[in-house]
């Protein structure tokens, strides 16, 4: 079953997904509240149930917005 998802960012193009929060499968939003300025920032999120321990789906495709 579901229980999470994962959310990760990088900064740049050539910067690695890094891991900043964690929000229960109820939820359907996120806040970065740490957005570096100044920089291209990309995210992914991958899915994790409630196995213990908790099982990671891949990590979606990364996408970029606007700050």
Known sequence: DLAGYNIYRKTGTKGKLELIGTVLAVYTTFEDKQVPQGERVFYAVSAF???????????SKAVTTRN
């Open 49 to 59: 149930d409630r196995a213990e321990p908790a099982n990671e789906g891949p990590k």
